[in-house]
């Protein structure tokens, strides 16, 4: 029985060899269900090659899981540093502006 395998993982295979198995359930009874199990007895290998599928996929879907909230981050991080870049062009903008109304006052300032 592979050590790495989770409570849920467990338990769905418990239930696709025919045994009964809640959410309730721990880690070990679930094992000990599984390791007592006709499908277990009868064949071994079957069981634990189920079960690292099982295992696996889960893994695989962790992953992108994992992969989709980082391409989220980043995609929040582009928009970030864009509306960061519009205020800089506003506030350019705006001094800009500012010197066209009164030169007066930009050649006051540098004095």
Known sequence: M??????????????????TATLEMK???LREIILGSKAYKNDPESVNNF???IVEAGKRKEE?????EFEKI???KAKL????????ISLEKAKIESVRIDP????????
Request: charged share 35%; no cysteine; hydrophobic share 40%.
């Open 27 to 29: 880690v070990a009874d």
């Open 74 to 76: 980043k995609l929040e």
């Open 51 to 53: 079960l690292s599928l």
């Open 104 to 111: 007066d006052a930009s050649n006051a300032s540098g004095n």
């Open 2 to 19: 592979l050590p790495f395998a989770r409570k849920e993982e467990l338990r769905v295979v418990a239930e696709e060899i025919g045994e």
């Open 81 to 88: 540093e864009v509306q960061l870049e519009l205020e800089r």
């Open 64 to 68: 992108q899981s994992d992969n989709l």
